[in-house]
């Protein structure tokens, strides 16, 4: 659907690259793009990405790059959906609007858990199979950080922060989140301390939210009933199961609604949540067993088992095969080709 591949451009992004020393021409022509795409609202997810790629390409470095832009962006040129959470009630709740509207402005998706003393944000990709630039990945990581410390007017610091690819001068990245950072990791995830989530919000605004959080869950509701139920849920799922196996309660909560409901919408289209759960836990392993230097012990971490036994069975039920004899042949038949 074309509402799930248009991505609204803030108003201020441009103004942003201004401050940061680069002109919107300069990107825009990097990228390849006529200069009319600056006044555009709205772009494609290939546009999005190639106007950060430019970006990057156009900077010294990605590391330098991020830091750059993320702490001259001014907090008057936010979006809604980010006043939203710069005017939260504290860093938590901050965090969980984030995620929440995000869904608004993909294609960056967010998830949070939070366990024992630390709380965890993974980026994944939303209605993409394409990965984000790396420069994107540490702005979107990099502004969680910065949100906290403006919130909360503390020099805040992470707890560690992993990347899948290289950002450049990475001692400068750790001078920044004030902890170390791995690079190569399987997952782009920025881990904080769980205590500074209660930490209040100086620019916490209850008027500005009670005005701005009506209209942005309006908005979020139409975006989601534009889409099919089905598609929803299987999204919700596939970035839920290294959580452990999603129930039903937890997705119908997020999507605002009863079990029941879900359910019904469901049974509406088709299928089942336990159908679908199956679906997404098939399809993901077999994306993982693809990847040879996934060992199969956390491919069935990564779809949601915590019993390698029960990921075995389940997935000699899929492909009448075992997942190590399934990856053999088909790494082998890929090089073949």
């Known amino acids: 659907m074309t509402s799930l591949t248009r991505i609204k451009m803030p108003a201020g992004f441009w103004t942003g690259l201004q401050q940061s020393g680069i002109s919107a021409q300069e990107v825009v022509r990097k990228a390849r793009m006529p200069l009319t795409i600056i006044n555009e609202q709205v772009v494609t997810t290939a546009q999005y990405f190639a106007i950060w790629q430019a970006y990057s390409d156009l900077v010294d470095d990605i590391a330098k790059g991020i830091i750059k832009l993320i702490t001259v962006f001014e907090t008057a040129h936010y979006p809604p959906t980010v006043l939203a959470t710069y005017h939260a009630r504290d860093y938590r709740d901050a965090l969980n609007r984030m995620v929440r509207y995000k869904q608004l402005c993909p294609p960056e998706s967010l998830r949070i858990t939070e366990e024992g003393e630390y709380c965890y944000i993974d ?3 939303l209605h993409t199979a394409e990965s984000g630039p790396p420069m994107l990945v540490g702005i979107t990581l990099s502004f969680l950080m910065e949100l906290g410390r403006r919130g909360t007017g ?3 610091t992470a707890r560690f922060v992993e990347f899948s690819h290289s950002m450049g001068n990475v001692k400068a990245l750790e001078a920044y989140f004030g902890c170390s950072i791995l690079i190569g990791a399987d997952r782009n995830r920025l881990t904080l301390h769980r205590k500074d989530l209660d930490l209040h919000f100086a620019s916490y605004n209850l008027e ?3 005005a701005l959080t009506p209209v942005l869950d309006q908005s979020l509701y139409e975006q989601q009933r534009s889409r099919s139920i089905t598609e929803v849920v299987k999204w919700i ?11 039903i309660h937890t997705v ?3 999507l605002g609604m009863s079990d029941r409901t879900l359910q019904r919408r469901l049974t509406e289209e088709g299928t089942r949540f336990n159908q679908l759960l199956t679906q997404v836990r098939h399809n993901q392993a077999r994306e993982y067993l693809s990847s040879p230097s996934i060992d199969i012990k956390e491919v069935a971490f990564l779809v949601g088992y915590e ?3 029960a990921f075995y069975r389940a997935f000699r039920l899929w492909e009448g095969d075992t997942p190590s004899n399934w990856r053999n042949e088909h790494i082998g038949a890929n090089l073949i080709h």
């Open 208 to 210: 500005l939210l009670e």
């Open 123 to 125: 980026l994944d990709w």
């Open 307 to 309: 019993d390698q036994n």
């Open 252 to 254: 119908a909560s997020e």
């Open 237 to 247: 799922i596939k970035r839920s199961l290294t959580a452990g196996r999603p129930h």
């Open 154 to 156: 503390k020099p805040l």
